[in-house]
């Protein structure tokens, strides 16, 4: 259609050309092509055949000017759709201001005596300055944008600069966890969600994989953008912008973080510390399910079921809802069994949370015979 259209355009403009040239510029009376042009009837038909001629020239030239017109067209979409935001705000107000300053020098220009030279010297100009404007704009754009808000304000407070919000970027562990969506669901998350390209491109190649646990935890993690940007009530925005002097994705996470000065949100590890050495805020989801579990003292009862025996002799293994690990003294004669329990101690690592009890006999008794337990190697390994 957008071709179609312009294709009309074009062939109207040729035409108009044609008309206008003949109707302006042709002599009369006169002669033209060894033809004595001397009435009005001769002369508005060779206008005639001359706004014809501009047409079927339209006619022909219109296809090849369209698709270079769709061709520019495309190239400058995807060029906008590579750059951020502030890239583009900035580089319209710096093309704003070379423009300005163009329309000023060439008031002081037009001065001079030559006016050929005056006309030349106005467009160089006015291209040179608007280019400066763009780039310098493109380039400078923090301050540029920092520089706004303060206009009217005699002492802008330190709050001034600060954004109400900071963007998320996914990494690929963390889309593929899915629990993510949970979190966004549950509003705790603000700001945007940025989704780079090179993270698609990764999951796209794990769900093409010919490994079937590989294929399902990329298909599950498309699942998740999906239920993300369809489902829930969170802006999600595709970057599409890549690193590509940069080979690992990690790296670029932390590079594009830099970037638009934006956390990561992950579950791992290693990515957490690269980051967090090269000054990127890291949010953490397994650090996050730890913070949120229920604080269990030592001294407090509670009723689970004892599933397994423990690495010790005599130990039974239970586990809470949020998958957190309880070794009972004492408990092995107990499997299958749900029973009342008294917390002894609380052991933290970094991989998570493990609780030791002994069970009890009667209201508030605990077996003279239970002793304290020290938690094994293995079990603190089996830990998450």
Not at 267 to 288: C, F, R, W
Request: aromatic share 8%; charged share 20%; with cysteine.
């Amino acid at each position: 259609m957008f071709r179609r259209v312009l294709r009309v355009i074009l062939i109207i403009l040729f035409a108009g050309a044609g008309f206008g040239l003949s109707f302006y510029y042709l002599p009369f009376p006169g002669r033209i092509a060894g033809f004595v042009i001397d009435t009005p009837a001769m002369r508005y038909g060779v206008i005639g055949i001359i706004t014809a001629l501009g047409g079927i020239l339209g006619v022909v030239l219109a296809p090849g000017i369209v698709e270079r017109v769709v061709q520019i067209t495309s190239w400058l979409e995807q060029l906008l759709n590579r750059m951020t935001i502030q890239e583009i705000v900035g580089g319209a107000i710096g093309l704003i201001i070379g423009l300005i300053i163009a329309t000023l020098l060439g008031t002081a220009i037009s001065w001079l005596p030559w006016v050929w030279i005056g006309g030349f010297l106005k467009i160089a100009v006015t291209l040179m300055l608007g280019y400066l404007g763009v780039s310098v704009g493109m380039k400078r754009k923090e301050e540029l944008l920092g520089f706004l808000p303060r206009f009217g304000k005699d002492k802008p407070t330190k709050s001034t600069n600060k954004p109400l919000y900071t963007n998320k970027i996914l990494d690929t562990s963390v889309i593929i966890d899915g629990r993510i969506a949970d979190i966004c669901k549950s509003g705790f998350i603000e700001g945007i969600l940025i989704i780079p390209g090179f993270v698609l491109e990764e999951l796209r190649h794990i769900a093409d994989s010919s490994d079937l646990l590989k294929r399902n935890r990329g298909r599950r993690g498309l699942d998740i953008l999906n239920k993300i940007r369809k489902e829930l009530d969170v802006m999600v925005q595709v970057y599409e912008k890549d690193f590509e002097e940069l080979s690992e994705v990690d790296s670029k996470l932390i590079k594009l973080a830099q970037t638009l000065n934006a956390h990561i949100i992950t579950n791992d590890y290693n990515l957490n510390k690269v980051a967090e050495l090269q000054g990127v805020k890291v949010l953490n989801i397994n650090e996050l399910a730890n913070a949120v579990k229920p604080v269990v003292l030592p001294g407090e009862e509670m009723t689970v079921q004892i599933i397994r025996d423990g690495k010790e002799s005599g130990q039974g293994v239970a586990y809470l809802d949020d998958g957190t690990m309880i070794v009972v003294d004492g408990g092995k004669r107990f499997i299958g069994q749900t029973i009342g329990v008294v917390v002894t101690s609380v052991l933290q690592t970094a991989a998570g949370r493990m609780i030791f009890a002994k069970f009890k006999i009667g209201e508030n008794k605990v077996t003279d015979q239970d002793h304290d337990m020290q938690p094994s190697y293995e079990e603190v390994n089996e830990i998450g």
